[in-house]
């Protein structure tokens, strides 16, 4: 554990070092991120402008699922996507080679290798939606609350983690993998609407298949109080079963990578 946080301790600052050298790009790029989480929340504000609820979820608490998307989209543009997708490039140059051999856990390399520190805008927005929504409910949610929201959002990080591993690992096999993690980036979007509103295919689907409801929704209800324990049992599960998943998956992708020379 310490081997590894060591690790991710470097590739920080590493990342610290180049935001730092783009100050300007940083700020605008922030600056922007805000704008894009502002704009995430017209569709919603359109569709509550002539009713109380929709699916049994007031304004406010429709706002409370934005948030947590907003958070956890901070996380997956921030610190996943970025590290992963370079992997896509490096399997095309070959340039995968280099890092398959230093001694460390290649998944955890090729995973921390790159964050772009700008997008901690949309986890402070996120943040700053969320205490809107609680002020507009007139509602205080206890520590337990709070804590059990936290940790179903650690658990959809692991779940978008592990997609991305997922898709990523095809690269492997088909290189250009691009488009699909443009695909599934498209299709999160959708987790800023809470679970309820999908129906038929589109609720199986995204819970199910891809479960956008444990992301956001999950946590929303955890905060609100309205979140029964199997169904959290269920959230850490799946999180689980998606993260051991992806590594297996990963390390019998690295067995046919024949390297730039193969």
């Not at 059990?148 to 096999?173: K, P």
Request: charged share 10%.
């Amino acid at each position: 554990m310490s081997r590894t946080l060591a690790i991710l301790g470097v590739q920080l600052r590493r990342s610290v070092l180049v935001a730092l050298q783009y100050r300007v790009d940083f700020v605008l790029n922030a600056v922007m991120a805000v704008f894009w989480t502002a704009s995430s929340i017209v569709p919603l504000f359109v569709l509550y402008s002539n009713r109380k609820s929709v699916a049994g979820w007031t304004w406010p608490e429709a706002l409370v699922v934005v948030a947590c998307f907003t958070m956890l989209k901070g996380c997956l543009s921030g610190a996943i996507q970025p590290s992963l997708q370079a992997v896509v490039e490096q399997v095309r140059k070959g340039t995968l080679d280099f890092l398959l051999l230093k001694p460390a856990d290649a998944q955890l390399l090729v995973s921390t290798s790159r964050f772009e520190l700008w997008r901690t805008s949309d986890v402070v927005s996120g943040a700053l939606v969320l205490v809107y929504a609680l002020v507009q409910l007139g509602y205080t949610p206890s520590v337990g609350a709070v804590a059990l929201m936290a940790l179903l959002l650690v658990s959809a990080v692991a779940i978008l983690y592990a997609i991305f591993i997922v898709v990523i690992s095809l690269a492997f096999r088909f290189v250009k993998v691009d488009n699909l993690s443009y695909l599934f980036m498209s299709i999160y979007d959708a987790a800023r609407w809470p679970a309820s509103v999908f129906r038929g295919v589109f609720s199986f689907v995204f819970t199910f298949v891809i479960p956008l409801a444990l992301m956001t929704t999950y946590p929303a209800l955890a905060l609100l109080g309205r979140l029964a324990v199997t169904d959290v049992l269920i959230a850490l599960a799946t999180a689980a079963a998606f993260f051991l998943a992806a590594r297996v998956v990963w390390l019998r992708s690295i067995r046919h990578y024949t390297s730039a020379g193969g």
